[in-house]
């Protein structure tokens, strides 16, 4: 039985009364070259009350270090290995015995991730995920496995476009009747789940001039009511997870449940890098594993117990990029711990979350943040925005983009093919983005927001609360 969402502020009362309503794993990545052995990862699992991990492929040594420790098991199949698992029963069966049936079921394998975030894979793998799934899924069930392992693939936001608010949130059209409408039906079929990957600190990193920073760390705040459907959202987290239930109630799939199979908050980054914290992680995390462990579900789904893998167990000194993706972990290679957060129910008992007198936004510059995605800086705007309006039809749309793109005068440089904020690539969005550039250039005046009836004023900032439009969260996660 699901429990009910409760704010933030209520949990810590609840957490005395409450049975464990989600559950809470962790990602274990190995790219580093000085991590413990993978027989004391799984003692360091236990010892923190850790039962659910993911790991990124089939390493034998881990699989067989987590033999009996009664910790449950995601176990991934590489992008690289798609096209040979779709074109071929012969390896799909193959792989399945030597890499699942094989430690089964002294190793707890309950679930097979095939491939992650396809979608933004640059080697266009993308039309071999669905055929891959069913040839997994085969394979287990010539193994007679398929009962108590499922199979799914971790989506990453990217995959919606549209996400704000909550309640309109859909699935990217190209990828709608080739992939999304047969990899639901499959997951329906199978019993399975949708794998998602929710890093609210890609949002707020780059809207740090319209998110509130208690909004992303699940602290007190006073809520963003859907203007779609009249919720109210205490969390970013919340609100992203929820506009992927929206986009596949949008095609008609309310029945599939949804994973977490990864979220976290790096513990420092570059100095651009808006937000990135001992603290704030400290914070995320704590407070996304009480929100879990005593929460229930989402606004939209209050009844869908989450389960939630955070990412990442270790600091991974070996990772390309920025430098908040070496820090991602929970713990040091040592063992010792980044920060100190609970993982169950019995921890949360003594858990605080102590924000510092001057919030996280103290890292924070002061000129206004570009968001890389059309999001309007403080020191231009004022109490309202200019946005497109959906119903005025794709025509004329482009005539009026291409008015204050043209004589007009806005900045339309940042929707150029390439540019920061080119994502999503959608009339409405580009249209939204010139509208509100012309607007705020021509100091809010009375009739500059109309456009033929094409655009609308707003009081709430386009992209405040937003998930993913309209920035993109494609090259940020591996």
């Known amino acids: 039985m699901g429990c009910s969402f409760i704010p933030w502020f209520l949990l810590l009362i609840s957490v005395f009364s409450l049975a464990d309503c989600g559950s809470i794993g962790v990602n274990y990545g190995r790219v580093a070259n000085n991590l413990p052995s993978a027989s004391k990862v799984v003692e360091l699992l236990k010892s923190q009350g850790l039962n659910r991990v993911k790991v990124y492929d089939t390493d034998p040594a881990v699989l067989h270090a987590l033999a009996g420790s009664g910790i449950k098991v995601t176990v991934d199949l590489p992008n690289e290995q798609l096209f040979a698992a779709a074109k071929s029963t012969s390896f799909a069966n193959t792989w399945v015995q030597r890499n699942v049936a094989a430690y089964y079921p002294h190793t707890e394998i309950e679930a097979i991730a095939v491939g992650n975030e396809v979608f933004v894979d640059p080697h266009n793998t993308t039309k071999f995920l669905v055929p891959a799934m069913k040839n997994i899924h085969e394979a287990l069930v010539k193994a007679n496995l398929h009962s108590n392992i499922k199979v799914s693939s971790p989506i990453a936001l990217s995959a ?27 997951l329906r079929q199978t019993g399975s789940f949708l794998m998602v990957n929710a890093y609210p ?50 095609l008609k799939f309310e029945d599939i449940n949804l994973v977490v199979t990864e979220t976290g908050w790096p513990s420092k980054g570059d100095e651009n890098e808006i937000g990135a914290s001992v603290e704030n992680a400290a914070a995320y995390n704590g407070n996304l594993v ?20 955070l990412f990442a167990l270790f600091n991974e000194n070996k990772k390309f990029g ?94 150029q093919p390439g540019s920061t904020c080119y994502n999503p690539n959608t009339i409405e969005a580009h249209a939204s983005f010139a509208f509100n550039s012309y607007y705020q250039k021509k100091g809010r005046q009375m009739g500059t927001c109309y456009f033929g009836g094409a655009a609308y ?22």
Not at 207 to 227: C, H, K, M, Q, S
Not at 302 to 308: C, Y
Not at 352 to 365: A, E, I, L, W, Y
């Open 457 to 478: 004023v707003v009081t709430q900032p386009p992209s405040a609360y937003s998930i993913l439009t309209p920035f993109s969260f494609a090259n940020l996660r591996l």
């Open 322 to 415: 920025p430098t908040s993706e070496r820090n991602y972990g929970l713990f040091y290679p040592d063992e010792d711990k980044v920060y100190d957060i609970p993982f169950t129910v019995e921890g949360l008992k003594n858990y605080r979350d102590h924000p510092s007198p001057v919030s996280g936004n103290q890292q924070k510059p002061t000129a206004p943040v570009n968001s890389g995605g059309g999001s309007v800086s403080k020191s231009t705007t004022g109490n309202t925005w200019c946005v497109a309006s959906g119903e005025a039809g794709k025509e004329k749309l482009q005539a009026a983009l291409d008015f204050a793109c043209g004589e007009g005068g806005a900045d339309c440089r940042p929707i």
């Open 160 to 186: 919606l476009q549209n996400s704000y608010p909550s309640s309109a949130g859909s699935f990217r059209p190209e990828l709608v009747e080739p992939v999304f409408k047969p990899l639901l039906e499959f």
């Open 290 to 309: 009480r929100r879990i462990l005593t929460g229930g579900g989402t606004p939209l789904r209050p009844k869908a117990d989450l389960t939630v893998y």
């Open 201 to 250: 600190f890609f949002a707020y990193e780059s809207n740090t001039d319209v998110i509130p920073l208690e909004y992303a760390l699940f602290r007190e705040n006073p809520g963003v009511v859907d203007p779609g459907n009249g919720l109210r959202y205490f969390s970013l987290f919340d609100a992203q997870i929820d506009a992927v239930f929206a986009a596949m109630s949008a």
